[in-house]
């Protein structure tokens, strides 16, 4: 699943993330752990999670990545949504959320999820702002057993309240 469009007069294409790609991933991540924006990841949790995420390809170099994560049945989150700075306002981002959100359709999720600041970027997008986890309460409870530290900030769990002061949770039903 290739997407391909210009961007600042250079070609760009979405694909899916190889293994090789994970540097560049995790590069473009820390460009945003800095002042809060994405939070870190260890390169073993990249590596691990690679097939969920698309990256953006200009002239052989990732300029920008994404994830899909998958939490439940009928729910995905967007995950570490990232352009680099050059390129921000050029639609790269854009074109690998819609890519995101065609996988969330083909794999049969019916809504996505975000926790972000960039709430004009994902209201483009019609995802829209939502006050509290959008799940029943029994799934909650089996949610809690997952050790992933993006359920956990999706849970709003006590211990990752620093990771998530001030952002928002956004949520687009497919």
Same mark, same amino acid.
């Given at each position: 699943?290739?997407?391909?469009?210009?961007?600042?007069?250079?070609?760009?294409?979405?694909?899916?993330?190889?293994?090789?790609?994970?540097?560049?991933?995790?590069?473009?991540?820390?460009?945003?752990?800095?002042?809060?924006?994405?939070?870190?990841?260890?390169?073993?949790?990249?590596?691990?999670?690679?097939?969920?995420?698309?990256?953006?390809?200009?002239?052989?170099?990732?300029?920008?990545?994404?994830?899909?994560?998958?939490?439940?049945? =009928?729910? &995905?989150? $967007?995950?570490?949504?990232?352009? %680099?700075?050059? #390129?921000?306002?050029?639609?790269? +981002?854009? @074109?690998?959320?819609?890519?995101?959100?065609?996988?969330?359709?083909?794999?049969?999720?019916?809504?996505?999820?975000?926790?972000?600041?960039?709430?004009?970027?994902?209201?483009?997008?019609?995802?829209?702002?939502? =006050?509290? &986890?959008? $799940?029943?309460?029994?799934?909650? %409870?089996?949610? #809690?057993?997952?050790?992933?530290? +993006?359920? @956990?900030?999706?849970?709003?769990?006590?211990?990752?309240?620093?990771?998530?002061?001030?952002?928002?949770?956004?949520?687009?039903?497919?």
């Amino acid at each position: 699943m290739n997407a391909q469009f210009e961007a600042n007069e250079h070609a760009i294409i979405v694909r899916t993330a190889r293994t090789p790609d994970v540097s560049a991933i995790r590069s473009l991540i820390s460009s945003y752990t800095d002042d809060g924006r994405l939070m870190a990841k260890a390169q073993v949790t990249l590596f691990e999670s690679v097939q969920e995420f698309v990256v953006a390809e200009s002239g052989g170099r990732i300029v920008g990545c994404g994830a899909l994560h998958v939490m439940w049945e =009928d729910l &995905a989150e $967007v995950r570490s949504l990232a352009v %680099e700075p050059t #390129l921000m306002g050029q639609g790269v +981002g854009s @074109a690998m959320l819609t890519t995101l959100i065609e996988r969330a359709r083909n794999i049969g999720v019916r809504r996505v999820f975000c926790l972000t600041f960039e709430t004009k970027f994902f209201g483009g997008h019609d995802f829209e702002v939502i =006050d509290s &986890a959008p $799940v029943t309460h029994e799934v909650f %409870e089996q949610l #809690l057993q997952s050790y992933d530290q +993006g359920v @956990a900030e999706f849970l709003d769990l006590e211990r990752v309240k620093p990771n998530t002061l001030g952002n928002f949770r956004m949520l687009r039903r497919l």
